[in-house]
């Protein structure tokens, strides 16, 4: 069987080009693909569409390539965080598409399982109802979303094997594995890499399917946005 | 005198019903986990993959992959579980959560809530608020009553962009407790040191007073 491991995210990220899309795992700084971001910056790829549920901060995540004006268009559900995301933003340099957050989940999951569209009761009757079509079903309103596909995928687990069956970590989990089944090719990144058949086939979350190339990271901050503690008794 | 937030916060506790799955929102909706009785069994539903979220860690519990979704460190609960995104909103959108609490600038008197967009202003996104409205068995609004003007949030029509239609059950504002029913606004009850003759001139949608209306207790 061809090798599904690669060296490292540049290895990984072989073939994608300036205008691609790109799907991304992660919730706020949490279960991002920190390594694929940075060789994304390294790579100077250009005008790429990126679907991800925020745009990272500053000078982390995916800020980093709003940053480098690398990102043509978001589409995402909650932006707030992020400066240099406003600046572009106001002054029109940068397309935002702003999706209801369980709308986007679905739309993710929708387009890597085959379905083109589909039909919910999120957001009848406001902006994001737009110029869609509306549906009613026993008595409800309904609009129908469309499922959203990627040219790369790429997500971030805690554990994988060389075959790409995945594991996440607590709430690390978030988007990544509707993502991992929306690329046409999906890059795993992972803390630790192990040999076919060491992971528990029970416990396994995004099965190697999906997965097209994997590699270990390395260096992972894992940046916390609200550290937030209680005082010990 | 208005409700002070933990006040506020302490009010909407009263609202969670032992056995509730509930999702909070952020900002007040927060601080409601606080006062809920600890006689009462609540799952606390975070919507970026969490069902039973515990309290903030100790400074050596800290996790980087332990977030809610304010993006604040937390800790999982007993009979925690953790999911993906889509099947956080499949319990959400498929009204499994028996409760939530959001913010709000604008709720009118057919139940239309506005709470992510002021035309002109910086839009930071409506993450999740517009599934749990639409989904969500119960939505219970925690806002001011007015703003700094001294307007009524609570409209006749909302003016700002909405969030979802039809969708709030009640009101818990620093000033009472409102229904939102066929008929507009009912007042429930009001806050120590007001009166529903009052709220109602602070009101700009079309309230009737309950029959049983009376002064909020904590």
Same mark, same amino acid.
């Given at each position: ?54 745009? *990272? ?60 569209? !589909? ?9 994001? /109802? ?32 060389? !075959?790409?069956?995945?594991?996440? #970590? ?17 890059? /795993? ?7 076919? *058949? ?18 270990? *990271? ?11 503690? #209680?005082?010990?008794? | ?36 009785? +600890? ?9 970026? &993959? ?6 903030? +860690? ?82 219970i609004v925690a806002m001011q009553h007015t703003d700094k003007e001294g307007n009524s949030k609570l409209r ?7 969030? &979802? ?26 806050? +120590? ?11 700009? &949608? ?13």
């Amino acid at each position: 069987m061809k090798s599904k491991v690669v060296k490292n995210a540049t290895e990984a990220l072989v073939g994608l080009q300036d205008g691609m899309t790109l799907v991304v795992g992660g919730f706020g700084l949490c279960g991002i693909p920190e390594n694929c971001i940075t060789a994304l910056k390294e790579l100077k790829v250009k005008g790429l569409t990126c679907v991800s549920n925020n745009a *990272g901060v500053d000078d982390f995540g995916l800020g980093i390539l709003l940053h480098s004006r690398q990102i043509k268009k978001m589409i995402s559900s909650y932006v707030g965080e992020n400066a240099t995301f406003e600046k572009q933003f106001m002054s029109g340099e940068l397309e935002v598409e702003l999706c209801p957050q369980g709308t986007l989940a679905e739309r993710i999951r929708a387009g890597g399982a085959g379905i083109p569209g !589909f039909y919910t009761p999120t957001g009848v009757g406001t902006k994001v /109802a737009e110029g869609k079509e509306v549906k009613v079903f026993d008595g409800r309103e309904y609009i129908l979303e469309k499922g959203i596909k990627g040219d790369f995928a790429l997500v971030k687990a805690w554990k994988g094997d060389k !075959f790409g069956n995945l594991i996440f #970590r607590k709430t690390a989990r978030n988007f990544n594995p509707m993502v991992a089944t929306a690329g046409k090719i999906t890059v /795993a990144e992972v803390e630790e890499l192990v040999e076919v *058949g060491q992971l528990p086939p029970d416990q396994i979350h995004t099965p190697g399917i999906f997965v097209q190339k994997i590699f270990q *990271g390395q260096g992972y901050e894992k940046r916390i946005e609200q550290k937030t503690v #209680r005082k010990g008794s | 005198m208005p409700l002070t937030r933990e006040q506020l916060a302490k009010r909407i506790s009263q609202e969670v019903e032992d056995g509730f799955v509930v999702n909070l929102g952020i900002g007040i909706p927060t601080l409601v986990a606080n006062y809920i009785s +600890p006689e009462k069994n609540v799952m606390l539903q975070s919507e970026n &993959g969490l069902l039973g979220i515990g309290p903030f +860690p100790l400074e050596n519990e800290v996790d980087a992959d332990l977030i809610n979704a304010g993006k604040q460190t937390v800790t999982e609960a007993s009979g925690a579980s953790y999911f993906s995104s889509a099947d956080s909103f499949a319990m959400i959108r498929g009204g499994h959560v028996d409760l939530t609490v959001l913010g709000a600038m604008e709720v009118d008197e057919k139940g239309d809530i506005a709470n992510w967009m002021v035309p002109g202003k910086m839009v930071k996104g409506m993450g999740g608020a517009m599934d749990l409205v639409a989904g969500a068995k119960r939505v219970i609004v925690a806002m001011q009553h007015t703003d700094k003007e001294g307007n009524s949030k609570l409209r006749k029509a909302c003016t700002l962009p909405l969030t &979802g239609k039809a969708c709030v059950n009640r009101i818990v504002s620093d000033l009472g407790v409102i229904d939102v029913t066929p008929q507009g606004f009912v007042l429930l009850e009001y806050a +120590p040191d007001m009166t529903p003759e009052k709220i109602m001139k602070l009101t700009e &949608g079309r309230m009737t007073i309950s029959p049983h209306c009376k002064m909020m207790t904590f």
